[in-house]
């Protein structure tokens, strides 16, 4: 008996099949979860086709979006220029394509220095708590309590003149704090957590708990954030532009056309001076905020 017992082949017991979720990455997982989101594919495709409109305006452009044609000023579209002149004799067309690649910078970098800024000061107030989170917290709320429109009004105001990088720096400084605050949060619900507690007993520094444990677990919030953030400022660049305080003409961006177009003359005549930048502005807002959707319901771990 003994005997055949021996010679019996040991039989492992049947592994347990895990969920298909639960074999791959958590970086895989929400990019699946992404792709079956179709307003947010959408989005991508246009908010990727309006980058490469801003990349490639020199080649799309049919003039160049300074000159001045004095013999065609607010002429209606022809076969040369195909949205027709502003009131400085400027093609729209031009203008629309260049104003592109100024709208979608200001909002791209002026969302990465607020989440730089922001990001940064929330981590650490996160992170280390007392005295140093009481300071951040502190100024934080000093920003908060001027309204953002008042605040960088008055910094521009005080700026001789205006460029795009000063027009991106005013912009994050005084948009940072939100950003800052969702930080905070998220790291101060990270900071108790026992995988934290044990890294911290056996002595990994600071460095590294925050580069292997915090910052995987709050990329999904930063990420969200971004995309709202961008779209945010694009909207800011336009409506500070249509109220004097943007970027100065003759820089070509969305809201210098609307602002160029604010005529009931051309309100009622030119539609497609007016048209077209704000559908732009629309539109992309649209995309950046079906992305940010889609990347808020991908990273959601109790989806």
Not at 122 to 135: F, N, Q, R, V
Not at 240 to 247: K, V
Not at 254 to 269: D, K, P, Y
Not at 279 to 293: M, P, Q, Y
């Amino acid at each position: 008996m003994e005997t055949r017992l021996k010679e019996m082949p040991d039989i492992a017991p049947p592994r347990p099949e895990l969920p298909e979720e639960m074999s791959v990455s958590p970086t895989k997982l929400a990019f699946r979860r992404f792709r079956k989101n179709k307003l947010a594919l959408l989005g991508t495709v246009f908010l990727a086709i309006m980058v490469l409109v801003a990349i490639f305006a020199d080649v799309i452009a049919t003039h160049d979006p300074t000159a001045s044609q004095l013999s065609k000023v607010e002429a209606k579209a022809d076969s040369e220029n195909w949205l027709g002149t502003d009131g400085s004799g400027r093609d729209n067309f031009s203008r629309l394509v260049y104003g592109a690649r100024i709208s979608l910078t200001v909002g791209f970098f002026a969302m990465l220095f607020t989440v730089l800024i922001g990001g940064t000061l929330g981590s650490i107030a996160g992170y280390y708590g007392g005295k140093l989170d009481s300071i951040i917290m502190r100024v934080t709320d000093i920003v908060l309590i001027f309204p953002f429109i008042l605040l960088f009004m008055t910094i521009v105001a005080i700026l001789e003149r205006t460029t795009v990088p000063i027009f991106i720096l005013v912009i994050a400084i005084t948009s940072w704090p939100q950003v800052c605050r969702i930080l905070r949060g998220t790291f101060m619900s990270i900071r108790e957590k026992e995988y934290i507690l044990s890294a911290r007993s056996i002595g990994c520094s600071d460095v590294r708990i925050i580069r292997k444990h915090f910052l995987p677990n709050a990329v999904g919030p930063i990420i969200v954030n971004a995309t709202i953030i961008m779209a945010t400022m694009i909207v800011a660049e336009s409506a500070l532009s249509f109220i004097g305080f943007g970027i100065p003409q003759p820089t070509p961006t969305w809201g210098n056309m609307l602002t160029e177009a604010q005529s009931v003359r051309l309100l009622r005549n030119n539609p497609e001076a007016w048209l077209p930048p704000g559908l732009c502005i629309l539109l992309t807002v649209l995309a950046i905020n079906f992305i940010g959707d889609g990347l808020r319901d991908a990273f959601d771990s109790k989806a």
